[in-house]
């Protein structure tokens, strides 16, 4: 943990590969926020690199990566992440960034302990989970109360409750289709890999086998039997509903 983060702050918060240039998807730094990419990028890897920060401080007690993660927010990274998923016109829907969100929110809302920052990482997770919630994703549904969304818990439980029921224990990719079924609706907008959308997420039994990042409004899909997933996406919100007691 300490290797990477110091890597990252060495680095002016940029991950650099071998040939001396930052990654693809390794960038943080302020220079990269005021790129064209950057400034579209900045609100979801200012997340991100918040939660890597206060993460290496949780786990190695090393006050410099707490005065890393406050210099940080002075420069204007905790404002920029109230801004995820609030771009003109709605942006671009990435499932894939919904996950790096929520999987940063999470220790973000563990760990910091003041209110004003707390208050700005609720606000930026409460109108995240609004966008999200017709997914009827169990994680993201454990992740948003047990972060301070309590209020909502009675509401989403059965949301959350029905998904992990209905994923199956076979989780061989077989080919699935629904696109011929009268009784789904689809979306005007195709997703963006130009794919159809339905206008509800199918229950994960009438679905292709998919992991948090796919598009559960995907109707048709599946890799013919070939493949097999590993089921981390049932045990991750599963043993956090057991650990919290949302789980029998």
Known sequence: MSRLTDHLIRNDYDLIDLDGKPTRWGEYSERFFKTEEGKYEAPLRSIQLLAFLKIAHHVTGDAKYESAYHDRVQRGYAAQMRLYRRWPGGGEINFSDDELAFLSYDPLLRYEKGQMLRRIYLNGLRFTFKQVRPDMNPLWNYITVASGGKRMWSSIREDAQRTLDRIPNDLI???????????????????????TQLTEALAPDERPVQKWNSNPYRP??????????????????YWMGRYHGWVE
């Open 173 to 195: 990719e077989w080919g699935v289709t629904n696109s011929h079924r009268i009784d789904v609706e689809f979306l005007p907008e195709q997703d963006r890999f130009a794919r």
């Open 220 to 237: 048709d899909g599946g890799g013919g039997g070939h493949r097999e997933d590993d089921g981390a996406f049932f045990l991750l919100p």
